[in-house]
């Protein structure tokens, strides 16, 4: 099974997104308030923004965070946490 790591490191430098993608509701470098509502299978927390998944791992469901998006992708994002509030 491809792990969402394992796909990075296959991905990595590749340009992945289509013209459509790139109108998502978030975009790299920006800094968003969010809340954890659910796990990924890999642990990393799962945040909403405008539908699109965000992955923020050290998190747990509940958390109120504040986020920096790392990477964005045509279906979700990666993001670093910054500071749990």
């Not at 969402?4 to 590749?14: C, E, P, Q, Y």
């Not at 459509?20 to 890999?42: L, W």
């Not at 927390?45 to 509940?62: C, D, N, R, S, W």
Request: proline content about 4%.
């Amino acid at each position: 099974m491809l792990f969402l790591v394992d796909w990075l490191k296959i991905n990595r430098g590749k340009n992945l997104l289509t013209e459509q993608d790139r109108n998502s509701p978030v975009s790299e470098g920006a800094f968003h308030d969010v809340k954890i509502d659910s796990i990924a299978r890999e642990g990393d927390g799962i945040a909403h923004i405008q539908g699109l998944v965000i992955f923020v791992p050290g998190t747990k469901i509940g958390d109120q965070v504040n986020i920096k998006i790392e990477r964005v992708m045509p279906r979700f994002a990666i993001a670093a946490l910054t500071e749990k509030n």
